[in-house]
């Protein structure tokens, strides 16, 4: 099946876009904003708001339609999880009955990240948008460490625990920090002989799995995810691991 | 002012006799201890600045090389290197940097040194009454022209040379007050680096030379839009009386400044932290600077509806623990935050009962009223939404200072057309409801009236509990955000010096003369 946008018609490819440019506003810079989004390969390129936002800068709204399309059949997507993810009731009731034990799970945001946002929304037992964290389900023995964790003492703590799985967390993502810290934290657990000991986990808003598996991890989890998802990873995993064991 | 909500005079007034119980101990610690940012922001007040070629600080130089002897103070070393080597405090500054070192010095005539001290005392003063009567001068100047409640923006390029054309581009768009945020790193580093810089991660290193050029940027955007533009940094971390102290000399118009902040969301260790932001809003309040404390934090780990009381009582603490350090009213910014979750039914009415509860209870101070942050989603267009509705509790419960909602909050840091974006919609909503506040009343035994009693109740109940096992206590046990801080960990605590009976600190003395506070 072919895809395009959908404005108000079947393949019509309608499109909303909006930028700044740093020229004036006036008739030249609405005219090189529309030459722009024509050269992006829209047709019908139409901007429908500008205004000056400081001396020399300018913003638009602009909508063009795109004949552009996608072969929906013949994308794979990548996602760490499958269709299938467990309620904390199914998570739980999954642990006892084909683990027989509490799973262990530390996390933090690591490396100079001082955002504990993603990892309270995953860990903390109120969770998020009404999932609740890791801490809340009574099989998983969660430990949350919080912000601005050095990756060895997370793997020191992970070490002390005997924990099952260790979840990194990164917001700040500028200038690709995120990947440098990340990089480091798999490195670290190579060097000491530890990989193949935990799960790793890595998430935050800029993170998808593809890039966290790209980095070594197991899995990653990105924006829309929650503890659901990443307890169900998790069990998955170690039902695997117990198999093939 | 006006009340709207009927709240129990008597109930806010035993919250305050609690607070002021509750910090009073704390107080005494406070008093008998120095610390080493304390002394180095001491050092700092009096000149000190340059670094080796390390990039060193000289005033963590000086601070090393008196281990062990900082209880006497840092600066007594100091002014007798001066009184010594006959140097200007530029000269000795440079022979610091170099590998001078002033601890081998004999200590000269002591009545030589005092009076040195003085002349530095004095040197300061007038610098920092200076910039006072700037700014004074220049918001009478432009009297009437900044927003109400103030516009307040951030930039956090990394680069300050970029935060500068931000902040100009912000300034022309009609922000009051901008802010440059810090590198995620810097509260944690126990020194303050120098010069300007270009590389930080999710904000800008606080640097004195980093404060000059965004100052002097800001000071042409003020007579070129014809309104004050008050600058913003941060006095926290494990730096904070260290930045106050540049703030004070570069004129920034207001800091964040929060008593528990960084025990709380750093792990910095309580007893320094006690020690560090009593300093730091001393010079804070000798400078004219606004405060702006970080209740909003407590409601990005906690839940908003069944955590609101820890809000209030934090803004009661926050409110003690400035007044003792000599801040007036019309200095606290005192924080909270729009952060309730947006599918809940009411949860708006519960915002505005928040917003105008702190209103009315704290009505002198420049309330710093936070946006949605943790509800945003990449759904851009529910965020201007989001943020419509926070500008719209703000104007109509006459917050001070307004902090303006990134329709991008979850995706990235701003781009000029978020800041662009984010002033339309403030300047859009606060024009078109602006005398709403003054038509609304609201119904006895209804949802608003309620909800702020409700609050102030627990508010006050929650401060009998920390009165009764006293603040150190309280937070080794968790009671704060959910987060425990035993008293002998965190960061920091290395640097927790008692003072000695012959402590020489006469910059502590003359702000503390200054600002009527007891000696």
Redesign the interface.
């Known amino acids: 099946m072919i895809v395009r946008p959908y404005g108000d018609t079947l393949d019509d490819g309608a499109v909303q876009l909006s930028f700044t440019l740093p020229v004036a506003d006036g008739p030249k810079g609405r005219e090189a904003a529309r030459l722009f989004v024509e050269k992006l390969g829209f047709k019908h390129a139409e901007i429908v708001h500008s205004h000056a936002m400081a001396e020399g800068f300018s913003f638009y709204v602009a909508y063009g339609r795109t004949e552009t399309s996608v072969d929906f059949d013949a994308i794979h997507i990548e996602e760490a999880t499958g269709e299938k993810i467990y309620t904390m009731a199914e998570s739980c009731e999954v642990i006892r009955e084909r683990l027989g034990r509490k799973i262990v799970i530390v996390g933090a945001c690591t490396g100079f990240d001082a955002h504990t946002v993603g990892i309270d929304a995953i860990m903390n037992m109120k969770g998020y948008n009404h999932h609740y964290g890791l801490e809340r389900y009574q099989e998983i023995e969660a430990h949350n460490l919080g912000a601005q964790v050095p990756n060895d003492k997370l793997i020191d703590y992970a070490v002390k625990v005997n924990a099952d799985a260790i979840l990194v967390s990164q917001i700040v993502t500028q200038k690709d920090v995120h990947i440098q810290n990340m990089t480091e934290f798999i490195e670290l657990l190579q060097a000491r002989g530890l990989r193949e000991r935990f799960i790793a986990v890595a998430g935050g808003t800029r993170i998808g799995n593809k890039l966290a598996v790209e980095l070594g991890y197991d899995g990653g989890f990105g924006k829309g995810s929650y503890a659901d998802h990443v307890a169900t990873f998790i069990i998955d995993r170690l039902i695997e691991r117990k198999h093939l064991a | 002012m006006e009340t709207k909500l009927a709240l129990s005079e008597a109930k806010i007034t035993r919250a305050r006799e609690l607070a002021a119980r509750i910090v009073e101990p704390v107080g005494a610690f406070v008093d008998a201890h120095t610390t080493v940012t304390v002394e180095r922001a001491t050092l700092r007040l009096a000149g000190a600045d340059g670094a080796d070629a390390d990039g060193v600080p000289v005033p963590n130089l000086i601070v090393d090389q008196l281990k062990g002897r900082l209880e006497e103070g840092a600066l007594l070393a100091y002014v007798n290197a001066l009184v010594k080597t006959g140097e200007t405090v530029a000269g000795l500054n440079q022979k610091i940097a170099a590998g001078f070192n002033i601890a081998g010095l004999p200590l000269g005539d002591r009545a030589a040194l005092e009076a040195k001290a003085q002349e530095l005392v004095r040197t300061f003063s007038a610098r920092v009454k200076g910039n006072r009567a700037h700014r004074e001068a220049k918001l009478k100047q432009y009297e009437g022209r900044n927003h109400s409640p103030m516009l307040y923006l951030i930039v956090a390029t990394?680069n300050i040379f970029e935060d500068v054309k931000q902040a100009?581009?912000?300034a022309?768009?009609g922000a009051d007050v901008v802010a440059v945020i810090r590198t995620?790193?810097q509260?944690?580093l126990d020194y303050v680096p120098y010069g300007a810089t270009t590389e930080g991660?999710?904000g800008t290193y606080a640097t004195q030379e980093n404060f000059r050029i965004m100052r002097s940027a800001l000071d042409e955007a003020v007579d070129k839009q014809g309104r004050y533009i008050y600058l913003t940094n941060y006095a926290s971390g494990l730096c904070m009386p260290e930045i106050a102290a540049m703030g004070a000399l570069e004129r920034l118009d207001m800091m964040l400044n929060d008593s528990m902040y960084g025990i709380l969301f750093?792990?910095i260790n309580m007893y320094r932290t006690f020690v560090d932001q009593k300093f730091s809003r001393m010079i804070n309040a000798f400078a004219g600077v606004i405060i702006n404390t970080g209740e909003d934090n407590y409601l990005?780990?906690?839940?908003a509806v069944e955590k609101a009381y820890t809000v209030l009582a934090s803004q009661f603490l926050n409110e003690r623990f400035a007044q003792v350090a000599g801040l007036e009213p019309w200095q606290m910014g005192l924080g909270h935050a729009f952060e309730i979750?947006p599918?809940l039914k009411n949860g708006f009415l519960m915002e505005l009962a928040q917003a105008q509860m702190a209103r009315e209870i704290f009505p002198e101070a420049p309330l710093k009223y936070m946006p949605p942050?943790?509800?945003m989603?990449?759904d851009i267009f529910k965020g201007v939404v989001q943020n419509a509705l926070f500008n719209f509790v703000s104007q109509a419960t006459g917050q001070g200072i307004h902090l303006l909602g990134m329709l991008t909050e979850?995706?990235?840091?701003p781009?000029?057309?978020d800041r662009?974006?984010a002033l339309?919609n403030a300047k859009y909503v606060m024009n078109t409801m602006a005398d709403l506040g003054g038509e609304i009343e609201f119904k006895e035994g209804g949802l608003i009236k309620t909800r702020a009693r409700q609050v102030l109740d627990e508010a006050v109940a929650f401060l009998e509990k920390i009165d009764q096992v006293g603040l150190m206590d309280a937070m080794e046990r968790g009671e704060f955000a959910d987060i425990k801080r035993p008293r002998d960990m965190g960061k920091g605590l290395d640097g927790l010096v008692k003072k000695a009976p012959e402590y020489f600190n006469p910059f502590e003395a003359y702000l503390k003369a200054e600002l009527g506070l007891e000696n």
């Open positions: 990394g100009q581009a912000a022309e768009q995620t790193a509260s944690l991660f999710g750093r792990d990005t780990t906690s839940d979750d599918t942050t943790k509800f989603t990449g979850a995706i990235h840091t781009y000029m057309q662009s974006l339309e």
